[in-house]
């Protein structure tokens, strides 16, 4: 049962140009939605989060927006360089069953960003 | 780099053997958190310990165990292995682990082949 899911396994993009990232899920139990960064033979960097209760987040080049009644998260990054040509992962944490006391995370399956010069 | 280690890089071994992967989170945090990235999968969330006690499990299979040392780093115990255990283990990071935002940071990883 995949509940984050990322339909699109890859992206090209102009460079300069906007990279929009999509991101779906399917339960409302989650309290915060994250985006991470993987280059290969790396680990996943954290990028950008945003809790259940706003729907917009900006850091720099980096937005992500989520919109609750379609459970869609996007991450839009603005001027896309060749840099950030990378595996881009939607994330969500659910709801806690320890009085909230966990940060277990629940992945999508992953973007593949390429950005050209 | 994040700051968290895991060793080895590589493993390559055979059906029926058993495995460690070890993990040094951060200096100065307290939970450890282990997942399973299988061949176009997402990271799949095995174990979380927080100071030294199982904080919270996801899908971890019976064969596999961890735990959290005294000086806080993890070892994850991979046992009886199968052809499907064959993938990354990440090991992450974070201050806490609790209600609060917490980030995790994810070490390189140990790639697993079982052959």
């Known amino acids: 049962d995949q509940q984050v899911k990322q339909n699109s396994p890859s992206l090209s993009v102009q460079e300069g140009r906007i990279s929009i990232l999509n991101c779906d899920y399917t339960n409302s139990m989650f309290d915060y939605f994250l985006w991470y960064k993987k280059y290969p033979a790396e680990g996943p960097t954290f990028l950008i989060s945003i809790s259940s209760i706003k729907d917009k987040n900006e850091d720099g080049r980096f937005t992500v927006f989520l919109n609750k009644s379609a459970k869609h998260l996007s991450l839009h990054i603005v001027p896309s360089q060749p840099g950030d040509s990378a595996v881009y992962f939607c994330a969500a944490r659910p709801v806690g069953t320890y009085g909230g006391a966990t940060n277990k995370l629940i992945f999508g399956t992953g973007t593949l960003l390429a950005v050209q010069p | 780099d994040s700051g968290v280690t895991q060793t080895p890089k590589h493993l390559i071994t055979a059906t029926g053997q058993r495995v460690t992967l070890r993990c040094s989170p951060r200096?100065?945090?307290?939970?450890v958190y282990w997942y399973q990235q299988s061949l176009d999968q997402g990271l799949q969330f095995l174990i979380q310990y927080y100071n030294g006690e199982e904080r919270a499990k996801g899908n971890i299979l019976e064969r596999f165990s961890a735990q959290q040392f005294p000086d806080l780093h993890s070892e994850l115990n991979l046992s009886s292995l199968e052809l499907g255990d064959s993938a990354l283990y990440f090991c992450?990071?974070?201050?806490?682990?609790?209600?609060?935002?917490?980030?995790?940071?994810f070490g390189p990883g140990t790639r697993l082949t079982v052959l």
């Open positions: 200096s100065g945090d307290l939970s």
């Open positions: 992450a990071s974070s201050v806490e682990g609790g209600q609060g935002w917490d980030t995790q940071y």
